[in-house]
C-alpha cells in the first residue's frame, strides 16, 4: 500500500516536470519529436531507477549523521552530510558512464536508441534532483527509494511524451510568430500544470483519514498491552 | 568602458538581452522556475548562481589544458560542485530562513545547465579573463530574467516586495485594497511561473524579430 501510493504521488502529484520543474533543459530541448522523447524519457527512468537507491545507501549508510557507526563506535559523531552534492554527483556520472559502457557491450541495439541521450543524463536535473528530494523527503526504506526513483521517470516520462506529442501537432496550427518555438512550449507546459495540479487532491485526502487510523490504532494496541499487563497480574 | 575593451564588454551586454541565456539558449531553466515566487529568493539564487559561474568559469579556464577530454564533464561536475557547497554552507550559516525556502534548489546549481553550458561553449576555448566575463555577464541575463519573473509573482500574488507590502494591506484593507483590490494567489503556484516565462519570451521576441524561431 505504501509503495502503491508512493508510485502514483511520484508520477501525478509530485511530477517531477509539473510540480517541480525538474529536468526542464533537456524537456525543451529534446521534445521536438516523439521518437527522441521516447528515448530520452526511458534512459531518464533507466538512471533514476539505478541512481536514486545507490544514493540512498550512500546516504544511510556513509553521509548521514551518525551513519559511520557500523565501523565502530569512534565513529558515531561524524556528519559528513555537507559531502552530499559532491557524493551524489560523482555516483551519477560514474553510473551514466557505467551504464553506457555495460549497455554499448551487451545490447547494440538498446545503445543504439539510448546511447546519444545518455552522457547529456549526467548533468539532467531530474537525475540529481531525485537524489536530492530522496534525501531531504527522507524515504524509509531501499526498496521505496527503488521505488521513487522509478516512478519519479515514469512522470518525467509522460510529460516528455506529452508535450512531443503536442509539438508535433502544434506545427500545423498558426501560432502567433513571436511565440513560435520555445515561447508557446513554455505556455502549453504550463497549462499543463494546471491540469496536473487537479491530481493534488487525489492522494492528501486519503493521508488525513490514514493519520487518524493509524493513531487510533496505536491508542487500541496501548489498551491491549495494558490489558495484557493487567491479566499477567492477575495470573500471578 | 576605460576598463574593458569593446569586445569585452560585448562579452557582459549580449547575454543580457539579444543572447540571454534563458530565453534564447534555453538553459537553466527548472530553477528559473521553481524559486520565483518571492523575489528575494530569485535574488538570492541568482547571487549564488553568479559566483558559482563567475568563478567556475575561471577554474575551467585554467585547467583547460590539462583536463583530458574524455571525463571532463567529472572533473566539470566536481568543480561546481565544490563551489556550490560553499554557497550552500554560507547560506546556512547566514540566511538559515532562506536556505530552507530553496531546498534542493542550491543544490541543483550543480546541474545548471547555464553552468556546464558556458563551460563547455566558452570556458574550454577562452583565457581565464575573459572566461570570468563571459560567466558574469551569463549570470547577469539569468537574474535579469529571475528578477522579473520573481517581481511580477510577488507582486500580483501576494501584494508584496521584498516582504514590504507595497499594495497596501489586505486585512486592514488599505490603498489599493481599499478599492476592492484581490491578490490573485494563482501567480504563486508553480504553473504561472512558466507561463509568465512564456510572456516574457513573447515580448522579447516580438521587439526583435531577428530572434523568432521557424517553429
Known sequence: MEHLELFFKSIFVDNMVFATFLGMC????????????????????????????????????ILQEGALSWLGP????????????IMFIATIATMVQLVEIVVEKFSPSLYNSLGIFLPLIAVNCAILGGSLFMQSREIPTLGLALNYGFSSGIG???????????REKIRYSNVPPALRGLGITFIITGLMAIG???????????????????TSATIEMVKQNEDKVADNTNVK | MGLLSKKDSKLILDPLA???PITIQVLGICSALAITAELKASIVMSISVLFVLGLGNVVISLIRNIIPAKIRIIVQLTVVAALV???????????????????????????NCIIM???????LGNGPWR??????????????????????RELLGSGTLLGYKVLGDPIEKTMLYSIGYENNGFMLLSPMALIVVGIIIWVQRSRNKALVEDH
Open chain 1, 74 to 85: 569512534e565513529y558515531a559523531n561524524y556528519d559528513l552530510s555537507f559531502l552530499s552534492f
Open chain 2, 18 to 20: 539579444d543572447n540571454n
Open chain 1, 156 to 166: 518525467w516520462f509522460l510529460a516528455i511524451l506529452a508535450i512531443a506529442a503536442i
Open chain 2, 131 to 152: 572566461s570570468f566575463l563571459d560567466g558574469i555577464g551569463n549570470a547577469l541575463g539569468y537574474a535579469v530574467i529571475l528578477i522579473i519573473v520573481g517581481f511580477f
Open chain 1, 196 to 214: 496536473f495540479m487537479s491530481f493534488g487532491g487525489m492522494l492528501t485526502g486519503g493521508e488525513e483519514k490514514k493519520e487518524e487510523d493509524k
Open chain 2, 85 to 111: 557547497i560553499i554557497v550552500d554552507l554560507v547560506l546556512k550559516a547566514f540566511a538559515y530562513e532562506l536556505s530552507k525556502t530553496l531546498s534542493v534548489f542550491v543544490g541543483l546549481i550543480i546541474t
Open chain 1, 26 to 61: 533537456s524537456y525543451l530541448a529534446v521534445s521536438k519529436k516523439v521518437s527522441t522523447a521516447v528515448g530520452l524519457g526511458a534512459a531518464v527512468i533507466f538512471v533514476l531507477a539505478i541512481t536514486v537507491p545507490l544514493n540512498w545507501l550512500l546516504d544511510q549508510y
Open chain 2, 117 to 123: 553550458g558556458r563551460f563547455e561553449a566558452f570556458a
